[in-house]
């Protein structure tokens, strides 16, 4: 579920909160993503797409943890960072194709148990789904009873003007 296309002038935000690290605007798109799925089935728990330990020392925080806590703290829903971790750091994905960006995140995560709970992943955007889909193969390996993904915002599919 995406809140919004990534486009003017949402495009401008996503990269601000992220490249710039402005959270006050992080927190601004992670309500806006609680308000925009509040409509739907209440997870049992809310975990951000996690971050290598390089790319948290880079930008000195996960944008998907800022969002997640928002989305959280929105919905009364708890939150557990720390259950779902990147084990190993790998390129951006940005530019890859879908199958490449697969194969970069293949055994990239490692989740603990999460036995039987609806799990929500949060992320700011999503391309291919290639890192939800990554993330909720290992969560549903892990126990999850289901896992959807939320994103603040979806890159619009090739040939539609961005």
């Not at 935000?13 to 605007?25: E, I, M, N, S, T």
């Not at 390089?54 to 000195?60: P, T």
């Not at 994905?93 to 036995?115: D, I, S, Y």
């Not at 291919?128 to 193969?137: I, N, P, Q, V």
């Amino acid at each position: 579920m995406a809140a919004f296309e990534y486009r003017f002038p949402l495009d401008r935000l996503v990269q601000r909160f992220k490249f710039a690290g402005d959270l006050a605007v992080g927190d601004f798109l992670g309500t806006a993503l609680a308000q925009a799925v509040a409509a739907g089935a209440r997870p049992d728990l809310v975990l951000p797409s996690p971050a290598s330990d390089r790319r948290l020392r880079e930008r000195g925080f996960n944008p998907a943890a800022v969002l997640a806590k928002r989305v959280a703290r929105e919905l009364d829903v708890p939150w557990h960072p720390a259950l779902l971790r990147k084990v190993r750091h790998t390129p951006p994905q940005t530019g890859l194709p879908r199958k490449a960006r697969e194969r970069n995140l293949r055994g990239a995560f490692r989740c603990a148990a999460v036995e039987g709970l609806r799990v929500v992943l949060v992320d700011d955007v999503t391309t291919t789904g290639a890192t939800l889909e990554a993330l909720a193969r290992e969560l549903r390996g892990a126990g999850a009873r289901e896992v959807v993904g939320w994103v603040v915002a979806r890159t619009p599919p090739p040939g539609q003007d961005a």
